[in-house]
């Protein structure tokens, strides 16, 4: 009996030391979950909140009306609407033409897209610069034609369209991706052109993700900086967009270029919070419409 129950005990002891081991595992990935979050938050929370309790609220309206200010707000916003309005009207139609089909060269042509997502904001500034400054691969044409872009608004839009761009057309397409051809094919059925299925069919199901990409793509080239001031320069009133001015303000006018950076924050939280609402209505959309297509095959 003696004998019969050793093992028994043993088992039992074995498993006592696996449930402990495995309790104090979960205990201490809870705790490095927990550090890093702590870590992670105070980093990026950190800064933020410094640079909100920097100043005054009286200072911070105040500044509103600065014309130092009130210059870079408004090129700012001129110059991202009109970049914003150009990577609609071009990168709809690309987005959706990689959304339907299948071509020679589209991982060529999709790499050359993206990669200003990842080049240095310096590397894109000079390489405008050799291509539209006046002794540039293009520009040089251009300047015997009267037509200087290097260091002029257009050059701060073309800067923002060269970096901001990509992420449009990338979250354009995952959501023209996600639209059922089926819808398309039923709108050709009954009578509908191709113009008209893209705009009353295809855009409102993708619109969620549509506007998404665009706020992404806005709120990038608001706060785009180093191309803008290689290609662009930092003329005030001319090519001077609010990061630039932040950078300038930071040598003689420290409160201004604060008040500045305060803005941009809450354009970026209001971006940020916005995407997120827009993206949790179409997973909703997306799981109603599952849903309804998973009862009529019930149902059939």
């Avoid at 901001?164 to 052109?193: C, N, W």
């Amino acid at each position: 009996m003696k004998d019969s129950k050793e093992p028994r005990n043993t088992a039992s002891s074995s498993l006592t030391r696996k449930a402990h081991v495995n309790g104090l595992a979960r205990n201490i990935g809870i705790l490095i979950v927990f550090v890093s979050f702590a870590l992670m938050v105070t980093f990026f929370g950190l800064p933020i909140a410094a640079l909100f309790a920097y100043g005054s609220l009286t200072g911070f309206l105040n500044s509103l009306s600065s014309q130092f200010v009130v210059m870079a707000v408004q090129l700012s916003l001129m110059t991202t609407l009109a970049t914003l309005l150009i990577v609609l009207c071009f990168g709809t139609p690309i987005a959706y033409y990689n959304a339907r089909h299948r071509y020679r060269g589209k991982r060529i042509m999709e790499t050359i897209i993206d990669l200003p997502i990842v080049l240095p904001p310096a590397v894109a500034g000079i390489a405008l610069l050799l291509a539209f400054g006046r002794q540039g691969f293009l520009g040089q044409y251009l300047t015997i034609l009267g037509v200087n872009i290097a260091f002029t608004t257009i050059a701060v839009v073309l800067a923002q369209i060269f970096v901001a761009s990509p992420f449009y057309i990338r979250q354009a397409t995952t959501s023209f991706e996600d639209v059922a051809p089926e819808y398309e094919r039923a709108a050709h059925t009954l009578g509908a052109s191709g113009t008209g299925t893209f705009f009353r069919v295809t855009v409102p199901i993708a619109l969620n993700g549509l506007v998404s990409g665009a706020l992404m793509t806005w709120a990038r080239a608001l706060g785009e900086f180093g191309a803008t001031l290689l290609f662009a320069g930092n003329l005030p009133g001319v090519t001077q967009t609010m990061p630039l001015a932040i950078y300038t303000a930071l040598e003689s006018n420290l409160d201004a270029g604060v008040y500045l950076a305060i803005i941009l924050v809450l354009i970026s939280f209001t971006v940020i919070i916005t995407v997120k609402v827009l993206t949790l209505r179409e997973k909703g959309a997306a799981k109603a419409e599952n849903s309804i297509f998973d009862k009529s095959l019930q149902a059939g």
